[in-house]
């Protein structure tokens, strides 16, 4: 039963995240960098935790959960995987990021190879952000809702979305980052007070192991596993996250927001430290679901839990809160991040002497476009199936691979021209999609011919790995066939790669004489100590 004081804690949280969004509105008025990367002023601090809750939305709390409802730890290897490449992103992509001074990842294409590949990768992101971020994130938020509140899908939709897109049309990054700080201290806050309360309830954590079959608390399963094979977790996943993680303006943005490398560096750890919470108070409450709710589907766990008997008066609203705060903050990442590509990557394409305010105005106007874009969609919810993390890891598979081959040999390669990285990408993203239309036709019951269902039965992490095997050797092969004389590349952009990197081997091979790196340092190594323990601990 939802109090009094359940509902006044909901109410107070909306007004903190509006105040804080109203404050910040005369500091985004005139500045374009300060709309859309809150005036590269940010710290260490406030990126990490900012980068944590544009992550964690309500498909994290209704997927993890359910997931761990159904098959127990196995689903928190996404959540390790992304760990290890948070360590890359900031000791390797932050610095030639920050260096070559892009407002977007798509900008940063353009420095690299051309303005045609920037384009293309611009739109992708964008139609990325609105069938999967946006679409995905209102489907668990439903869900949620619905079996707590009795409310329906679209109801709660254009609630969310519209607060959301309030103060982010209000305050731009600016707002949209400080509004994450507190929304990712509750939500966690919040989702470790349902964990305790939950784990109290089975007997605590050998209780739990009592009740649940051992293979619940194994987090490498057989490579015959139809969801997680370790051969997908070991060499799959990685591709999703290197996607997800580095080349992604959705998260990426947070990183371009700092006022140094360190910032950034240090940020990213701090976010790699946060993401080993989710194994704990995510994935092991679905394990607590499936003890005191057996009856219940898995992307019902999460949601019986707040909505039974399990928390007193109060404190349920403070865990809704959190809700509230994951779902927010990670749609607020999504319509900052795709206004930013917008006005970024076309319109000022298109219009290079627009003043400042001008900018900021089409932030703001682009902003408004999305939130009533993401409305109108609201109904295409229903179009989606339980089992929502698993579905989202899923499309992510099928779309990354390719993406994630440019970006390596944009990195690490000067040879690379714009024509070979479009058509692996093409060629890539081609086989993604037809795959992912096998495995849709699939799940609706369509009958395919026998040679199309073994395709669409491939596991898709191990897919991921096909597509990825195929984009690089299709960029590898077409070097090989290119003529020095046809390689197009930005001298600037190269060296600014070639001194990141050589500045990253310098700070390690002199790191006990800076003090800065060297608990960086100490402070990745000891993230990775921690993953390890953990695979030993569940092996």
């Not at 990325?128 to 939709?157: D, E, M, P, Q």
């Not at 991040?337 to 400042?356: C, E, L, R, V, W």
């Not at 239309?437 to 191990?462: C, D, Q, R, Y």
Request: proline share 3%; aromatic share 12%; glycine share 8%.
């Amino acid at each position: 039963m939802f109090t009094t004081f359940d509902l006044l804690a909901v109410l107070t949280y909306f007004v903190i995240v509006l105040s804080i969004a109203f404050y910040h509105l005369r500091k985004t008025e005139e500045n374009y960098t300060d709309y859309f990367l809150a005036g590269r002023s940010m710290g260490w601090a406030m990126i990490g935790i900012s980068i944590f809750a544009t992550n964690i939305s309500s498909e994290h709390f209704i997927g993890l959960a359910g997931a761990g409802a159904s098959r127990g730890l196995a689903v928190g290897q996404f959540e390790l995987m992304a760990i290890l490449l948070l360590i890359f992103l900031g000791w390797i992509f932050a610095p030639v990021y920050l260096k070559s001074g892009v407002m977007t990842v798509p900008e940063f294409l353009e420095l690299r190879f051309d303005r045609k590949l920037r384009k293309i990768y611009a739109g992708m992101s964008v139609g990325i952000y609105l069938f999967t971020k946006i679409l995905v994130s209102l489907f668990a938020a439903g869900l949620l809702f619905n079996s707590i509140f009795g409310l329906n899908i679209y109801t709660s939709s254009i609630i969310i979305v519209l607060i959301t897109g309030l103060y982010c049309v209000i305050g731009g990054s600016v707002a949209v980052m400080r509004t994450q700080v507190f929304q990712g201290v509750l939500l966690i806050a919040a989702a470790v007070t349902l964990s305790l309360f939950g784990l109290n309830a089975v007997g605590g954590y050998e209780g739990l192991k009592q009740k649940l079959p051992a293979e619940f608390f194994n987090l490498f399963k057989p490579a015959s596993d139809p969801d997680y094979p370790w051969t997908g977790i070991i060499f799959g996943a990685p591709i999703i996250a290197f996607w997800y993680w580095c080349t992604d303006q959705y998260i990426v943005q947070r990183v371009l927001s700092a006022r140094s490398v360190n910032d950034a560096r240090r940020g990213t750890i701090l976010a790699a430290f946060l993401k080993v919470l989710p194994i704990f108070i995510l994935v092991i409450p679905g394990l607590i679901a499936a003890v005191l709710y057996p009856n219940i589907s898995g992307d019902e766990a999460y949601s019986a839990l707040i909505a039974g008997n399990l928390l007193p008066a109060g404190v349920k609203g403070i865990v809704v809160a959190g809700l509230l705060a994951a779902i927010m903050s990670s749609l607020a990442g999504a319509f900052n991040s795709t206004a930013a590509i917008y006005t970024n990557d076309f319109y000022k394409i298109k219009n290079p002497g627009s003043s400042q305010r001008k900018l900021v105005l089409v932030g703001r106007l682009s902003t408004i476009a999305i939130v009533v874009l993401t409305i109108f969609m609201v109904p295409l919810v229903r179009l989606l199936t339980a089992q929502v993390y698993l579905f989202l890891q899923s499309i992510q598979a099928f779309i990354s691979p390719p993406i994630v081959a440019v970006f390596l040999f944009a990195l690490f390669s000067k040879k690379v021209n714009s024509r070979n990285a479009i058509i692996a990408l093409v060629v890539g993203e081609t086989i993604g999609f037809f795959r992912l239309a096998l495995e849709l036709l699939k799940n609706i019951g369509t009958e395919l011919h026998p040679v199309l269902m073994s395709i669409a039965s491939i596991n898709f992490l191990h897919f991921a790995i096909f597509i990825f095997i195929i984009s690089i050797g299709i960029i590898f092969i077409l070097d090989l066939a290119t003529l020095p004389s046809k390689i197009n590349f930005s001298i600037q952009t190269n060296m600014i790669i070639a001194e990141s990197l050589r500045d990253v081997r310098q700070s390690l091979s002199g790191i006990r004489n800076s003090k800065g790196v060297f608990l960086n340092f100490m402070l990745s190594a000891f993230i990775v100590v921690i993953i390890i323990s953990l695979w030993s601990i569940w092996f």
